[in-house]
């Protein structure tokens, strides 16, 4: 009997044999693509997952079907290229990094900007590899020496260029706008980074005014009140028809707010008669934007109530509540409570506090010219998707869009490439460009999204003519979850 017979394992050990096959392949650049092959490009770029996460199985799903295709297309013939990467994720990366700090006692304040942003840079290099480590393990056939992060030197570069494209188009712009605000990462958030959940709120009524010069409104916040603009109605109702165009008292506060008439109140809700607080409710935001009306802010960004000029100021949210209805039963002006009434709420995602609408200057991007082209080239048929059912889905997001709140005040993402003068100037640069002595950065950083947004291209090189860019752009396919 031969010497080099091998007794044959009694198991499958799938560790012995796929890690030793992955590095085998790897090492032979099976999957490194040629940009100067005459074969025809095959190309998919993987949608960045969250540097601080870990890939799920909903991640293991998707990337196997791209792995797939990709196999299928390279067999074929094609010169594939499976681009991998990761999204710094600005909020969610900057939250773990602040809470390793918080474990020491320590805010990002305590370390200042640059060190901050330097201590979540080292946090990357440490902990950012847990999903590079799982697509091994998944053996996908991506082509590592292309290895890209949203933050690399092509992000850089292509981050203020396309910004500054966009603003020169006027395609974004700075405006004071109501936006999802989070009083404890103080940050503004995106529509995503808020869920919604049902709580157990009240629903109070409280009457304004007195006299024959009264009208009752209901409302799940009392406290805003105290930055009330004016009271609307239906045009229609006979009930406050003669009363369009007065003025009435708001009580606490002690103004007189004009009543208007807005074809937007629903004459069946609560009294027919509905608060605008502007600066505090995105619905009213519209109506007192559509009707000129005052838009107070009385609530910091913290939450908690200032330049009411009432005694609340000072006092937290949800404290200012009580105390609101408790001066206003006191004042006889409460005529109805519901409690609890059952509605639903926005928490930040990132650390369940309650979301605040606030009215604060952001930057925006004005989505409508994109969308219609996004939507375009899919009705002329120039981007596919499949299965086609899903179609309507797609035009439900991109025919109904409103604008992009594009900034947030945070540390770790990339800064917004715009420089403020001494006399008032704004000073928007390219990559390559320096902003003259004494302009002043804007502190605020870009939603992760802008940056994820130019993934397809910036990871090619963009905005460099790169052989990349010309052999394998554009992709090729999209492979997404149902979100
Ligand atoms: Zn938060």
């Known amino acids: 009997m031969s010497q080099n017979k091998r007794e044959l394992a009694s198991t499958f050990s799938p560790a012995d044999i796929e890690s030793p096959l992955y590095e085998k392949w790897i090492a032979a650049g099976y999957f490194t693509a040629d940009n100067t092959s ?17 890939l799920h199985i909903g991640h293991a799903l998707d990337h196997t079907l791209q792995d797939v295709l990709i196999r299928m297309k390279r067999m074929k ?10 999204d710094h994720a600005g909020i969610a990366t900057q939250n773990v990094v602040e809470k390793q700090l918080a474990a020491q006692g320590k805010s990002r304040h305590d370390l200042g900007r640059e060190e901050f942003v330097k201590k979540v840079w080292e946090w990357k290099a440490e902990s950012g590899g847990a999903i590079l480590g799982q697509m091994r393990r ?16 092509n992000g850089i570069k292509a981050v203020p260029t396309i910004f500054k494209k966009l603003y020169d188009a006027d395609l974004i712009y700075r405006a004071e706008r109501i936006i999802n605000w989070c009083t404890r990462c103080l940050t503004a958030l995106s529509d995503i980074e808020v869920e919604h959940s049902d709580v157990e709120g009240e629903f ?10 009264q009208i009752t409104v209901a409302t799940t916040r ?3 009140m105290l930055g009330d603009g004016a009271v609307a109605v239906h045009p229609d109702d006979p009930r406050y028809k003669h009363m369009v165009g007065t003025q009435v008292l708001l009580p606490l506060a002690n103004r007189m707010i004009p009543i208007i008439a807005d074809e937007l109140v629903d004459p069946d809700f609560g009294t027919g008669a509905v608060k605008v607080t502007g ?19 009385i609530m910091n960004e913290h939450g908690v109530m200032a330049n009411s000029g009432t005694q609340f100021d000072g006092m937290d949210r949800f404290d200012a509540r009580k105390a609101v209805v408790a001066e206003l039963k006191a004042q006889g002006r409460v005529v109805a409570e519901k409690r609890p009434y059952l509605h639903s709420v926005g928490h930040c995602s990132r650390c369940d506090t309650t979301v605040e609408p606030r009215l604060s200057m952001q930057w925006f991007v004005r989505v409508a010219p994109l969308a219609k082209a996004a939507g375009d080239a899919v009705r002329e048929g120039r981007v596919k998707i499949e299965p086609k059912e899903l179609e309507p889905r797609y035009f439900d997001w991109v025919d109904n869009m409103h604008d992009w709140c594009i900034s947030r005040q945070l540390w770790w993402g990339h800064q917004i490439p715009v420089w403020y003068g001494p006399n008032g100037e704004v000073l928007v640069l ?22 994820s947004a130019l993934w397809p291209f910036s990871t090619l090189g963009w905005p460099a003519d790169t052989d990349d860019l010309k052999k394998f752009y554009p992709t090729s396919v999209l492979v997404t979850g149902y979100d």
């Open 38 to 54: 005459d074969k025809e490009p095959y190309t998919i770029v993987i949608p960045p997952p969250n540097v601080t996460g870990s």
């Open 77 to 86: 013939g094609f010169e594939t290229l499976w681009l991998p990467g990761m």
């Open 138 to 153: 998944l053996g996908e056939s991506v082509d590592w020496s292309r290895e890209a992060f949203t933050m690399d030197a």
């Open 204 to 213: 109070v009524s409280v009457r304004y005014g007195d006299g024959d010069q």
């Open 222 to 224: 009392p406290e805003t």
């Open 279 to 297: 600066a505090h409710d995105p619905n009213d935001f519209e109506m007192a934007t559509r009707h000129g009306i005052d838009m107070p802010i």
């Open 430 to 451: 390219g990559p390559d460009e320096k902003a003259p002595a004494g302009y002043v950065q804007d502190p605020d950083v870009l939603d992760t999204w802008f940056s």
